[in-house]
């Protein structure tokens, strides 16, 4: 019997550390999500999306960075609790994120949340240009840019978000790994 109780105690403290791995590359994939816009993509969006405000700038920056990176979770991880985990993780952060003025979570909370349903939206997307321009243009309706911006702003606008992409999935893999394919056996 006590050889029993030692495989379940074995096996509850196993599952207990992966859970605990788990979390913690989360929380390290999340805090590669609030990495601060580069001051180059900040001014280009308050040049041509925000009427030359800086700070709307960077806010919807890291809020297009926080939406991509939950969306790469969502979409690209193996294991469908990556997802969960990420979403967790990005919560607790954003609730201590120093750019969210106190009493202002809720409101946080919801404008990242319509960010992450129009960016989906856009990456699910594929008509016209496809899903990278109607990302570009996502990000220029955010900033203000509501009459039809010139293609090379959506172009640049795309190439920032698609770089926030390629980022996410970068630090995805590296933290929660990546598929392994094999040889089949030869007949």
């Not at 509850?12 to 180059?40: G, H, I, K, M, Q």
């Not at 919807?60 to 979770?73: C, D, H, K, P």
């Not at 990420?86 to 201590?96: F, W």
Request: hydrophobic share 40%.
């Amino acid at each position: 019997m006590s050889g029993r109780i030692g495989g379940q105690l074995s096996s509850f403290l196993e599952v207990w550390r992966a859970n605990r791995s788990d979390r913690a590359r989360a929380r390290a994939y999340v805090a590669t999500l609030f990495t601060e816009p580069s001051v180059e993509a900040a001014t280009w969006l308050a040049k041509h999306g925000t009427r030359g405000d800086v700070d709307h700038a960077r806010w919807e920056l890291r809020y297009a960075r926080r939406s991509l990176g939950l969306i790469a979770a969502q979409r690209d991880a193996l294991n469908d609790q990556t997802a969960s985990l990420v979403a967790r993780a990005l919560s607790a952060a954003l609730a201590r994120d120093p750019y969210v003025a106190a009493g202002k979570l809720r409101v946080s909370e919801q404008q990242l949340n319509t960010r992450l349903r129009a960016y989906s939206e856009a990456l699910a997307n594929r008509a016209g240009a496809g899903s990278a321009w109607h990302l570009g243009r996502t990000l220029l309706r955010f900033a203000g840019r509501v009459e039809g911006a010139p293609p090379e702003s959506v172009t640049q606008a795309s190439d920032i978000l698609t770089g926030y992409l390629t980022d996410a999935n970068e630090v995805l893999l590296q933290q929660f790994g990546g598929a392994v394919f094999t040889e089949p056996p030869s007949r």
